[in-house]
């Protein structure tokens, strides 16, 4: 169960579940005898089918405090994404790293997302407004109406394209910082068993190699991870 996050859980036009997230969960079902059923909702809604078992597992979301009172997350992360601000190409707005030189800057972010500890914790102070998706946001600020948009780049790249507006929006250095996603799992007994199915096919998908290759072809910068027994592989570098 998951929401729409480019390269990780998508559905096409004619249907079809595609991305990392995608891969992994049909190889690892296969691994492990498992039978799977995707489904595509709001990420509020998806994240409360799982944590009330509706649903089994959800794909992709950050590890947070709050978030790990609700979930069993997977031993590996599988993902990696740069926190950033977004500004319209031109706009002298920026910020040094402080949040005290925000103060006073308009800010949307979108609800529901977790950015990292230092920006969460910030949020409220910093009044940022919130927008429902990715693209409500960029147009919230394409539209002059914020100075800037809080996103991963993974996403928001995805999100411009949708709007055609690629070359209207600019990254503003520095990064916020970096956050990884998970599989989580609904919090029980029963579950900590397909838990440990899940850890156990990430492990081989991640000694064979495998796991890099999938990641490589969806463009997906890779977390440093481990199987326990050797080095982790290293991260790949993606544009």
């Known amino acids: 169960m998951g929401t729409t996050f480019a390269r990780i859980f998508e559905q096409t036009e004619q249907g079809e579940f595609v991305g990392l997230g995608v891969e992994l969960v049909r190889t690892i079902a296969r691994q492990q005898g498992l039978s799977i059923k995707f489904?595509?909702?709001?990420?509020?809604?998806?994240?409360?089918m799982v944590a009330n078992g509706g649903a089994d597992v959800l794909v992709g979301p950050y590890k947070t405090p709050a978030r790990e009172q609700r979930f069993l997350f997977a031993d590996q992360p599988f993902y990696q994404d740069n926190m950033v601000f977004y500004k319209l190409a031109g706009s002298k707005a920026g910020w040094d790293g402080s949040y005290e030189s925000l103060k006073g800057k308009r800010?949307?972010?979108?609800?529901?997302?977790?950015?990292?500890?230092?920006?969460?914790?910030?949020?409220?102070?910093?009044?940022?407004?919130?927008?429902?998706?990715v693209e409500s946001g960029l147009s919230m600020l394409l539209n002059d109406r914020m100075d800037f948009f809080v996103a991963n780049e993974r996403n928001t790249t995805a999100g411009m394209a949708a709007l055609g507006k690629q070359e209207n929006f600019a990254v503003v250095a520095p990064i916020i910082g970096t956050e990884v996603g998970y599989f989580a799992f609904t919090k029980d007994a029963d579950h900590e068993t397909l838990r440990q199915a899940f850890n156990a096919g990430m492990s081989?998908?991640?000694?064979?190699?495998?796991?890099?290759?999938?990641?490589?072809?969806?463009?997906?910068?890779?977390?440093?991870?481990?199987?326990?027994?050797?080095?982790?592989?290293?991260?790949?570098?993606?544009?």
């Open 39 to 48: 489904g595509i909702y709001p990420w509020a809604r998806a994240q409360d």
């Open 204 to 239: 081989k998908l991640i000694a064979s190699g495998e796991y890099a290759v999938m990641a490589r072809r969806y463009s997906i910068s890779m977390p440093v991870v481990s199987t326990g027994k050797s080095a982790a592989p290293k991260p790949v570098a993606v544009k």
């Open 107 to 133: 800010l949307v972010a979108v609800l529901g997302w977790a950015y990292g500890q230092p920006f969460d914790q910030e949020r409220v102070n910093l009044g940022v407004t919130n927008a429902h998706t």
